[in-house]
């Protein structure tokens, strides 16, 4: 696409929206960065587009002239499709596209790309590493952290990129071809965004929306949406199951990663060979080594960085023992499920640390999990009365009431013995108290770095 000239409005002015600026500006384009909220810092805006930077910036209505103007619109993935902006410039006939669909229209080479309710960063960050020591010229992008938008003109012809995509990303897509994709669950989330399953799960499916049968889709078997998928995908379908034996796919067996084709069975991975704790890892192992070898990486190598992988930042984190207490930093657990694998997870008597953001989300499969692992569950946040009354519903009644994280830490520091460990895991977003799960998960662990000092 020839972008010079091209008058490009980019709605969101976060890390998204500034990337995706930056990189219109860098094309030839003309970007006018805009955000309802006219209380945004202008003054850091224009900090973060660098000061060789011209593009345009408007806070709070979107003025006519401008819309006049207007060739195309970059919606950034926290601005739904039904924000009013949005559905103005639908009307006006102006294209709309998301940042991925930028991404991918600006760069070059071949894009894995996955998506999921739950480990799509986990599997990302292992498949970025299995590719980056692998091919010269790698990215791992999107959801994990660096922006698709701000690698993509680094991109060449051989370059290999890692994607992590989310639904709310997808919504957007058009040309976005994949040469490998995945699908690593789908469990109730964004609801608020999203209203129904159906459409969470279609939103989904967009990953495959333009693959054919020259392409690979890696699908999660027991996936209780999985018929849904298979529906829309026109890829080579690749199965992993941790839950049976396949005649063709990735398996968990016992404590081992297998292999099969056509019934003949191969060993791949002895699960205490890996770094990662708990079932869905295992998961997130299997998906990655399918995703990386159908693309045809070595075996030898893909099973090399596994077993030197460990954790990322935010997910059942390991950051301190304290008088003999461990202290798991599980930030990124946003929704129900993540926290039911975080709890299933733990090896000790465990507090957690819970609420947030309320998603309309439903808590009683999370509290199910409780028996035998939490011992003690400290809430916090705009859900913790109603993840109360869930839990009082289901029988569970060891729940403490707090104001803040950092209220929450001290009672867990003050309730717990040695040889208990302390889990911050939500099932919640972060909004409202935190920026992003990252601060969450930051304040955390300073919050009990402090409890050295104590």
């Not at 893909?302 to 930030?331: C, M, P, Q, W």
Request: aromatic residues 8%; hydrophobic residues 35%; contains cysteine.
């Amino acid at each position: 696409m020839n972008w010079n000239g091209k008058v490009t409005l980019v709605i969101g002015c976060g890390i998204s929206g500034i990337a995706a600026a930056q990189l219109l500006e860098e094309k030839g384009a003309l970007p006018v960065l805009f955000d309802e909220n006219e209380k945004a810092d202008i003054g850091k805006i224009k900090e973060k587009l660098g000061k060789t930077s011209s593009v345009k910036i408007i806070l709070g209505k979107l003025p006519r002239e401008i819309i006049e103007k207007l060739q195309l619109a970059v919606v950034s993935p926290g601005v739904p499709m039904d924000n009013s902006v949005v559905l103005q410039l639908k009307e006006e006939n102006i294209s709309i596209i998301g940042e991925v669909e930028l991404a991918y229209l600006c760069g070059k080479g071949e894009v894995l790309a996955i998506t999921g309710t739950n480990g799509k960063t986990t599997t990302t960050a292992l498949c970025g590493k299995i590719v980056s020591e692998y091919y010269s010229s790698a990215f791992t992008v999107g959801n994990i952290g660096i922006p698709y938008t701000k690698m993509a003109v680094k991109m060449e012809e051989d370059s290999v990129t890692v994607a992590e995509i989310s639904s709310f990303q997808l919504e957007t897509i058009e040309d976005f071809h994949p040469r490998i994709s995945a699908v690593l669950n789908i469990t109730p989330d964004h609801l608020d965004r999203h209203h129904t399953m159906e459409n969470y799960v279609m939103a989904k499916a967009r990953i495959m929306k333009n693959q054919t049968h020259k392409d690979y889709c890696i699908l999660n078997y027991e996936d209780p949406y999985r018929k849904m998928l298979e529906k829309e995908c026109k890829a080579n379908r690749v199965y992993f199951s941790s839950k049976r034996v396949l005649e063709n796919g990735y398996y968990l067996k016992g404590e081992e990663i297998k292999y099969a084709k056509e019934g003949k069975e191969e060993h791949l991975l002895g699960i205490h060979e890996m770094n990662l704790l708990g079932i869905h890892n295992v998961e997130n192992v299997m998906a990655a080594i399918a995703i990386t070898e159908s693309y045809g990486i070595n075996r030898e190598h893909i099973l090399k960085v596994i077993r030197n992988f460990t954790a990322v930042e935010h997910r059942i984190e390991y950051v301190d023992t304290i008088k003999g207490v461990e202290y798991y930093n599980d930030s990124k657990g946003t929704n129900p499920d993540a926290a039911i694998k975080a709890v299933e997870a733990m090896r000790r008597p465990t507090l957690l640390i819970g609420g947030g953001y309320d998603k309309n989300s439903t808590y009683d499969e999370w509290i199910k999990t409780f028996p035998g692992k939490v011992k003690t569950l400290v809430l916090l946040g705009q859900t913790k009365e109603k993840i109360a009354a869930c839990a009082k519903a289901q029988g569970f009644s060891d729940v403490v009431m707090t104001d803040s994280l950092e209220e929450a830490v001290w009672e867990c520091y003050c309730r717990a013995k040695e040889g208990d460990a302390v889990l911050l895991s939500p099932a919640c977003a972060s909004w409202g108290m935190f920026p992003n799960y990252e601060v969450r998960g930051n304040q955390f662990k300073e919050l009990v770095k402090k409890l050295k000092e104590k």
